[in-house]
């Protein structure tokens, strides 16, 4: 190397150097960087259990260098349960999409909360099925067109999009929840602080940690990954506010 040259970035050892499968525009990477990126300078990876649930998120085992289990579609928060009750030394955490998480496994991640288990969630929300075809999915935003809602999701209906963080958020045993985006330099720092701080919940033992993450699907929404990105800024975070709901850290 040069010596006027530096290394001004390098991908955490936990990411295994693939291509994945994800479409151009999917922030499903962005996210695995960062949670790649939080295990190893937490000195985690080593002891960590990942929980992959069914959708495009189910393939994260294929990407980092952690030990992993698949779950059942819905079920990641109990087979995350289970796995950390049968071994509480380890930490473990669950990578779930809108479709996983708020459809079918809406009952299984509110009584995890509410119980108060000792895991970390990481929550992708991009408004729709996006393995299976472009389903609407319970975050789906009023108006938008899925191929089961052709002429736009209609309140009347099908109701409004269901806001998960605010739910989690007030649930007894949550310690930590908070919504971030990765749509630009500063929204992907202030994620990284969140994933961290839902971490540290975990290793602390006050309780459940989660952190909704908003993101793109180019394919499924019929856009470019540019205009993606611009409709995180301009219809999801207005509709989705981003933030911190509840932090028993600061307690």
């Known amino acids: 190397m040069d010596s006027q040259e530096k290394v001004v970035f390098s991908p955490s ?6 291509p994945t499968h994800y479409c151009p525009g999917c922030q499903h990477g962005t996210t695995h960087r960062i949670v790649a990126e939080c295990l190893e300078e937490m000195g985690l990876a080593e002891n960590a259990i990942c929980i992959a649930s069914i959708g495009c998120s189910v393939f994260i085992y294929n990407y980092l260098n ?3 289990v ?4 819905g079920r990641a928060p109990a087979v995350a349960t289970g796995a950390k ?3 509480p030394d380890k930490f473990v955490f669950a990578y779930q999409g809108d479709g996983d998480l708020a459809s ?3 009952a299984e991640i509110m009584h995890a909360a509410n119980r108060g288990e000792k895991l970390s969630i990481i929550f992708v929300n991009n408004t729709v099925y996006g393995m299976t075809g472009g389903q609407m999915a319970p975050t789906t935003m009023v108006g938008q067109r899925t191929t089961t809602s052709p002429r736009g999701r ?3 209906n099908e109701g409004m999009p269901i806001r998960m963080t605010e739910i989690i958020a007030g649930l007894g045993g949550t310690a930590y929840a908070a919504r971030v985006a990765v749509n630009n330099v500063a929204n992907i720092a202030k994620a990284k602080r969140a994933v961290k701080k839902a971490f540290e919940v975990q290793q602390k033992g006050l309780g459940f940690g989660f952190v909704e993450f908003l993101s793109t699907c180019p394919t499924n929404w019929k856009m470019s990954p540019i205009e993606a990105n611009k409709r995180i800024e301009t219809e999801m975070i207005p509709y989705f506010p981003l ?4 932090d028993k850290t600061k307690a």
Do not use: F
């Open 13 to 18: 050892k936990v990411l295994v150097d693939r």
């Open 66 to 68: 952690v030990d992993s």
């Open 70 to 73: 698949e779950a059942p579609h």
């Open 85 to 87: 009750r049968a071994r």
């Open 104 to 106: 079918i496994g809406l």
């Open 154 to 156: 209609n309140p009347e």
């Open 243 to 246: 933030g911190v709901y509840t």
